[in-house]
C-alpha cells in the first residue's frame, strides 16, 4: 500500500527564512505532485516532478525529486507572507498513468512578519 | 481553463438523510475523483470513475456510492449521512492518459458537510 508523509505537518516561520517541507513515499512512483491550498479554498497546482534528479522552480519555491530516495522536497526561499497556505505533495498509485494520486497529510505554513 | 464545479459551498444534514454532492466539468476530462479532506489526513480517495457509467472504489468508499451518468458530471451519495462523514469533499477531474499533465488533477471549490 502507498503511504505518502509530510514532514513538518506545521512550520511557523519569520519573513525571510529559508526552510524545506519534506515528503516521502513508501513504494515506486515516477512522477511527484506539489499542490497549494489557500485557508477555505481549494488545492492548487503548483509543480508536476516526473523522473529522478528532476527540479523545478517558481518564484520562491523550488522543488526537486529523488525517487531512489523515495522523497521530494519543497524549498522556500526568503519566505514571505503570502506564502502561508498549506502544502500537500501527491504520487500517482499506479503507473499505469491514472491520475489516482495518494497525498500526504499536508504541511501548514504559517509566514509572520 | 479547466473549470470543477461542486454545487455546494456548505451543507447541514441530519443524521440519516440522504445526501447528493454534486460535481460538473466543462473540459471534457474522462477522470474524475472525490477526496474527502480532514485535518491531519490529507486528502483520501472515496471513490473515482474513467469514463460514463464506470466507477472504482478508492481507499474508503465504504458509506458511499456514486454515479456517471454523463461524462462532466459525477455525483457522490451518502445513503444514510452519519456524524463520521463530517468533512470537507473535494472532486477532481483530470485528462486519460500518458503524460503528466494529464495527470495532474483540477480541483473544484469544495462541500463543507456538516452531519448532526
Known amino acids: 500500500e502507498l503511504k505518502v508523509e509530510q514532514n513538518p505537518l506545521f512550520l511557523s516561520m519569520q519573513e525571510g527564512k529559508n526552510y524545506t517541507i519534506y515528503c516521502n513515499y513508501s513504494?515506486?512512483?515516477?512522477?511527484l505532485y506539489w499542490y497549494r491550498q489557500d485557508p477555505g479554498k481549494s488545492l492548487e497546482s503548483l509543480f508536476v516532478l516526473l523522473s529522478n534528479g528532476a527540479v523545478k522552480q517558481e518564484g520562491r519555491l523550488m522543488a526537486s525529486l529523488d525517487t531512489k530516495a523515495r522523497l521530494s522536497t519543497l524549498h522556500i526561499t526568503a519566505a514571505v507572507h503570502d506564502l502561508s497556505a498549506t502544502y500537500f505533495c501527491?504520487?500517482?498509485?499506479?503507473?499505469?498513468?491514472?491520475?489516482?494520486?495518494?497525498f500526504g497529510q499536508g504541511t501548514t505554513l504559517q509566514v509572520k512578519p | 481553463d479547466v473549470k470543477v464545479t461542486q454545487s455546494s459551498r456548505y451543507l447541514v444534514k441530519r443524521t440519516g438523510e440522504k445526501v447528493f454532492l454534486e460535481c460538473v466539468q466543462d473540459?471534457?476530462?474522462?477522470?474524475m475523483f472525490w477526496y474527502r479532506q480532514d485535518p491531519g489526513l490529507g486528502l483520501r480517495l472515496i471513490y473515482f470513475s474513467y469514463d460514463v457509467k464506470m466507477k472504482e472504489k478508492g481507499d474508503i468508499p465504504e458509506g458511499y456510492s456514486v454515479s456517471r451518468e454523463k461524462k462532466e458530471r459525477f455525483s457522490l451519495i451518502l445513503e444514510s449521512a452519519s456524524t463520521n462523514q463530517t468533512s470537507m469533499y473535494l472532486c477532481?477531474?483530470?485528462?486519460f492518459g500518458t503524460g503528466p499533465n494529464n495527470e495532474k488533477l483540477f480541483f473544484g471549490s469544495g462541500t463543507q458537510l456538516s452531519v448532526l
Open positions: 477532481a477531474s483530470s485528462l
Open positions: 501527491a504520487v500517482d498509485s499506479i503507473s499505469s498513468n491514472t491520475g489516482k494520486l495518494i
Open positions: 473540459m471534457d476530462h474522462e477522470n
Open positions: 513504494t515506486t512512483s515516477d512522477r
